[in-house]
């Protein structure tokens, strides 16, 4: 039983190599491939999304039968849920993607020389994306799409509650690539739920995976960051602040703090802690606390909190640094800014923070001392999204500092290189 | 004695680990330094280096010493030695390095959104840097300094056989860091030679070391990039290759062959591999091969080159993938430019390579389809420096395709965040 086993994970072992290998060789051609056939590609995907649409659903109905037959819970059995208006979305999300601009091959920097040598940085693709996501089958196209509109091969390992939606979709996107003349392994689906490939994945297939996304949960996540040998672009989770100084303008305070909380609690961007000064807390932490709990919010708070807000729970140590994706906020008065960035820069996750000013050193100070992917002023923290940055669509938020970091785009999906244009020039 | 070692390994552990701590926290107050506290910090360098030269010289001469008792080679003891030229040479880096441009805070893109949001991309220190080099004492100035100006905390690791000298630099180091008021804690060298303490840099200290550069020989580089679990910016090696297109001006050629291979054999730009089109390989081969040979390099080329050029020894298959750093060259005819870019593509490191050409459609094609850091035309490999780049110094040059590529100067030191400017923006 156990030779069995290792049997077939040396099987698996195998085919993930040659996965890894195939989307190496595709990676090459789509480098030089132009973006009208990345753009066709994309569009007919599109179509083949619809028109076999019926066959989608046939497939997402034996993962949602398979589902409740495990007992998974009804927002689990959503988020695999597809329907024809799900199906019509996807397909606009592809067609959305072939209208970005292309990244690859554009002169982000240009050198001239005093020898007349003139170097151009100019955009690659990164090469193979592996893209490691869980129970929403429309990832399988979301993610498909922007790594070959980077230009990049993709390896796309879905969770296995989703494995026969997924792979419908991989089908039309495959028929895409088809159309248009590029190999069909620039998109691929690993065809195995087993944990193995995942972990083949993360050793980097023999060299051929550049970098890895993951798309799910903090347990996929941690399992990424902690396991792969190979770059990985993700968060683990998103801990948002948001201070509310003593200059802020305090109606302003109150709908941004309402909406960075409740507008989407279960999304990266939510906030989770909110931070007051002391000089106006009184003022503005009963009103915000009632309006937030009159919601539906739970309220957990320190000792000057709890006094002010009567159904405040305390907060214990563990929540500040707790990312509750729910309708939970911790709040806490702070002496002073200094106080206020001192806390953050302890507890933040590096994804998201805002302050809530009038005054500009107060503003000028934290933007300079809060060392988060994203910083905001004046602005609610669901904005961190790489669709309201204006990127048209993102792989997910990055909060390493190397590469990529914030939304993860099409842009941030490339590598560059230096071109050298001489006229014969000889080093001295 | 294993108990007294791992005791030792320990406290090395320990040691390590409050270096990085301490770095962790330099680099806060290092990210909000000014431009004027850290150019201060360098000029004070320099001028300590030139007071302090003759401290220096004592240090230095205890390596040279205790190198020559190990019977090192000449090679080793020339990299090792210094001279008040060598000093003034040092602090005059040191200068170059303080009058370049800041990188922090610069804007590099600016994002309007139709909901009035403006969205800055700012450059930001990257966070602490690990550097690993060998026995150029020199490395301790150059690559503290390049740390500092991007705004980063630095821990050098030099090799034990040139401590003394690394330790008296670094000593000059600490004291323009004091003079400028910025912690001394900004640039650390690891009091210890012993090897554990690579090994925990490698590991990123409790996750304060955000990027290691190795500095060294390929051994050196190979380690790292094998062990280290934070990322690497590095080459291997520089396999580089020219390319002589049928449509080459053959004189320009010439030129530029004997100056990539010969100007400096010991440098990862030089060349390593010749490819010339069949149809000039006659007229050019025997040429400059004889040129190349009359400057002292060994020929191995294959069959056709053999034929050509009496003195040539035959290639083995291992030739076209070794890194010579010396005076020998690989040289072979390929049938075309789709030969060439085969060969490139199949033996490259990824580092530089070079067409020669006058025909625009062969150039555009080995440009587009050769993804190297650096693609040359018509110029000499040897010009792959970040100096040569315009990029003032350079801490190495990288062949990984993850946020820094080629030159690895200040701003591939940086990292960026996006600063969200809002008017009390909420999202619908």
Not at 4 to 9: K, V
Not at 328 to 354: F, P, R
Not at 387 to 392: A, C, N, P, S, T
Request: one cysteine or more.
């Amino acid at each position: 039983m156990i030779a069995e086993n290792s049997q077939q994970s040396s099987d698996i072992v195998d085919v993930m190599r040659e996965l890894g290998a195939a989307a190496k060789a595709a990676a090459r051609v789509l480098a030089t491939a132009t973006p009208a056939q990345k753009n066709l590609a994309l569009t007919a995907a599109a179509d083949h999304l619809l028109a076999t649409s019926n066959d989608i659903l046939a497939a997402n109905a034996k993962d949602i039968a398979a589902g409740h037959a495990k007992g998974m819970s009804a927002a689990f059995i959503d988020r695999l849920t597809l329907d024809h208006d799900r199906i019509a979305s996807i397909a606009k999300g592809l067609r959305a993607i072939a209208e970005l601009d292309d990244p690859v091959g554009r002169i982000i920097a240009t050198i001239e020389r005093p020898n007349g040598l003139k170097i151009e940085r100019v955009r690659t693709p990164l090469g193979v994306i592996g893209v490691i996501f869980e129970s929403r089958p429309n990832v399988t196209a979301d993610a498909g799409a922007l790594c070959l509109k980077s230009g990049n091969a993709v390896i796309l390992r879905g969770g296995s509650d989703s494995h026969h939606s997924s792979r419908a979709i991989h089908a039309a996107l495959t028929a895409g690539l088809e159309q248009a003349g590029l190999p069909k392994t620039a998109i691929q689906l690993v065809p195995t739920t087993d944990r193995v490939a995942v972990g083949e994945m993360l050793m980097g297939l023999d060299g051929t995976v550049d970098v890895i996304v993951p798309r799910g949960g903090k347990s996929l996540v941690a399992r990424v960051q902690q396991e792969a040998r190979v770059p990985v672009f993700s968060h683990l989770e998103g801990i948002c602040h948001i201070y509310v100084d003593k200059s802020a303008n305090l109606a302003m305070a109150n709908e941004i703090v309402l909406n960075a909380k409740m507008r989407r609690t279960g999304i990266c961007g939510a906030a989770e802690t909110l931070l007051v000064h002391k000089d106006i807390a009184a003022g503005t932490v009963p009103a915000l606390c009632k309006t937030l709990a009159a919601q539906g919010c739970s309220i957990l708070g320190d000792v000057p909190v709890c006094a002010m807000f009567d159904d405040a729970t305390p907060a214990t140590e563990e929540d500040w640094s707790t990312e509750y994706l729910d309708a939970i906020i911790s709040v806490k008065v702070v002496d002073n800014i200094d106080a206020a960035i001192k806390h953050v820069q302890h507890y933040s996750s590096g994804h998201t923070e805002a302050i809530i000013a009038e005054d500009k050193s107060a503003v000028d100070r934290f933007f300079a001392e809060i060392d988060s992917a994203i910083v905001m002023h004046n602005a609610s923290t669901q904005f961190a999204d790489g669709g309201e940055f204006g990127m048209g669509a993102e792989i997910g938020i990055a909060t390493g500092k190397m590469h990529a970091r914030g939304p993860v785009g099409v842009e941030q999906l490339t590598s560059f290189k230096y071109l050298v244009h001489g006229t014969g020039q000889t080093r001295p």
